[in-house]
């Protein structure tokens, strides 16, 4: 299989390409510099620009751009950012797909389209939510509508937190948990929808070969866990103590807008597209992705 990825250089990006290649298939890479390698091809999203020599004759292009939700303080500059690098790669892959022919497109996309869900259990039938995440997530989805108007098969992964060893949130809060800080955020009832590192790339190439697959896909574990359960996981994988709780206002203090928007809410979203398709977790439980991770 021949697969153009564009975000190649991010956490799950760098992932997603050294796996494709380990499996055997051939990789193409957008970058928004000169290309410097053979299997590199240059693109520049404010500009509309897309060299097309990327998407000949490939079976499948994977989108995981978009800058890092929780990376900085959402600002209004930086809330923009957060839109247009999600809304302006994905419309500029999406018509070149379609232009080029291409068959299939992956385009990432998250859960915050459900909204906060409290204790409440969704899946890809349920209705999306309110909220600046929520509206982001559904205009970046909106974004992708030329290929699938082109008959093109996209899939809308809509992704949960990654537990991975090499960065993301389980990199921000080790340290912190590692010298006994760690601790429950408000109330702790809030829900996290995870998925490991290995699960989300397998749940690409699984997007990938399946056929039947079309339109959104959650791509979450099976079990989701209240924030109460994911400090008390990686306190015991740690084995560090988590006595403190971080009341909401200290919370909202540090974070600022992302605090209610991310930190405070949550979504228990479940995977029922992706297990009724057949797929198969290697982690079904926060703990067993936790343990996956940090043995690495």
């Known amino acids: 299989m021949r697969v153009t990825v564009a975000g190649s250089s991010g956490l799950i990006g760098t992932a997603l390409v050294a796996s494709l290649r380990a499996d055997g298939h051939e990789v193409r890479r957008l970058v928004r510099r000169p290309a410097a390698a053979p299997d590199e091809f240059t693109w520049s999203p404010p500009d509309d620009e897309i060299d097309l020599r990327a998407l ?3 079976d499948a292009v994977v989108n995981l751009c978009g800058a890092g939700i929780g990376d900085r303080r959402w600002s209004g500059p930086y809330k923009q950012i957060l839109r247009t690098s999600r809304t302006d790669t994905t419309r500029v892959v999406a018509g070149a797909v379609a232009r080029s022919g291409v068959p299939m497109l992956v385009n990432a996309s998250a859960v915050g389209i459900y909204g906060d869900t409290g204790d409440r259990a969704v899946d890809e039938s349920s209705p ?3 909220g600046f995440l929520a509206d982001l997530c559904r205009d ?4 992708a509508e030329p290929a699938s108007a082109a008959g093109v098969r996209t899939v809308l992964l809509r992704s949960g937190t990654v537990v991975s060893p090499y960065g993301g949130l389980l990199g921000r809060l080790r340290p912190l948990f590692g010298l006994g800080l760690g601790g429950r955020l408000g109330s702790g009832r809030q829900y996290l929808s995870w998925i490991s590192l290995e699960d989300e790339l397998e749940a690409i190439k699984f997007a ?3 056929e039947s697959l079309n339109g959104p896909v959650n791509s979450t574990g099976p079990s989701p866990v209240t924030n109460a359960a994911f400090t008390a ?3 015991r994988a740690l084995h560090r103590p988590t006595p403190w709780i971080v009341p909401r206002f200290a919370v909202r203090a540090l974070v600022g807008e992302f605090a209610d928007a991310a930190v405070l809410t949550g979504q228990r979203v479940l995977p029922t597209v992706l297990e009724g398709a057949g797929f198969v977790f290697r ?3 926060f703990g067993e992705a936790l343990d996956a991770a940090l043995s690495q």
Do not use: I, K
Request: avoid cysteine.
């Open 208 to 210: 990938l070969r399946t």
């Open 140 to 143: 970046w989805e909106l974004a």
């Open 128 to 130: 999306t939510g309110s």
């Open 56 to 58: 000949a004759d490939v």
């Open 283 to 285: 982690h079904n439980t």
């Open 233 to 235: 996981d990686l306190g």
